[in-house]
């Protein structure tokens, strides 16, 4: 009988030193996860109550984040801009609903805000009937789907900012093409906005789900390929909620700091 012994490049693959990050998710708390979150998506929705109805009032002179060629992301597109009320709340609805709503969202908000369940291997610490999502206000979060469609018609506006932005009547007067750091800032959080969106699991069923066989359905194989592109962008879902998060913050606070004379933008004109 031959006798099979571990060479010792394998017992050293099986008892591999455990990397640094691997020790810190062993060792951490269990609730250093849910604390981040509360303090990041509380601090978020803070904000956004701030920068657009207490910073940029109605009727105010900079009721709307805006310089230059730059307009922020909470207030395009801009609607009624002279209201009685702030033009945000026109636009910030259907984003704001469509992150409350996200599934990936509903495990953050639900382990964070609610404790419900606070962290894996931890028991509930509410003992009530579980009624899933059938029950207001939870029930709410069925909206999801719907406030895709408002989702990426804002998704298309902000595009268009940054086109404007890139091509801008100052640019016109001087050259073609407008350069500066806050095109960049807007180009990159459009599309950390584009991958969030469309890594979403509501438009990778749309593009591919409830089919039983492609090859039979109508257009079955092109909703295939769609539903590939975006699952292989779904599986990153979280870091782009998170990575789309700080980049419209940032493009708000940048683009507010322009219109407040706190520096000049730095830009070429092509």
Known sequence: MTQITATPTAAHAQHAAPTLLQRFRRDQP??????TVVAVLGGFGLYVLWTAFIESPPGSVNH?????PY??????PTIWRNGPISPAIFVLWSPLIFRATCYYYRKAYYRSFFLDPPACALGELRHRDYHGESRFPMVLNNLHRYTLYAALIILGWLWYDVF???FSTEAATSGHLWLGLGT????????LLTAYTFSCHSLRHLAGGGLDCYSTARFGMARNRAWRALTRLNVNHPMWAWLSLFSVMLADVYIRLLQHGVFIDPHIVL
């Open 30 to 35: 269990w609730w250093l996860l849910p604390l």
């Open 71 to 76: 307009l922020s992301p909470f207030f395009s």
């Open 184 to 191: 960049g800032i807007m180009l990159v959080n459009v599309i």
């Open 64 to 68: 709307v984040s805006e310089s230059g």
């Open 164 to 166: 404007r932005a890139f």
